[in-house]
């Protein structure tokens, strides 16, 4: 559901246009870290879209497999594949601290 929120929010296009961007201004630090934001708000705002279609019990599945990703990130040897889909500890922190504190928001 999270990759898929992925394609129904435009992510991929928006990736490939900052990969443009980021070759037309590789020398620009705060296009780097500009881009890095970004990544980091796509991500949670995906994780946020799973979350509201979830049931709450459901919603602690979703987070126990972050855990889990969390957990396989020390190992990265065994897993080379978890390379793409988590650059850092303090991403999947902020993650599960996010759905954490998750509630549904009115539509007002």
Known sequence: MHELAHLKQGD????????????LQWFNPLIWLGGKYMYLDRE???DEHVLVMLESEKRIEYSRSLLDLFKKINLPSRYP?????????TNIERRIGMIAKFKIRSNR
């Not at 928006?14 to 443009?20: A, D, G």
């Not at 594949?81 to 500890?89: I, Q």
């Open 12 to 23: 991929i296009w928006l990736s490939w246009f900052w990969t443009f961007i980021c070759s």
């Open 44 to 46: 949670m705002a995906c």
């Open 81 to 89: 594949g978890l390379a793409c889909v988590v650059e850092r500890k």
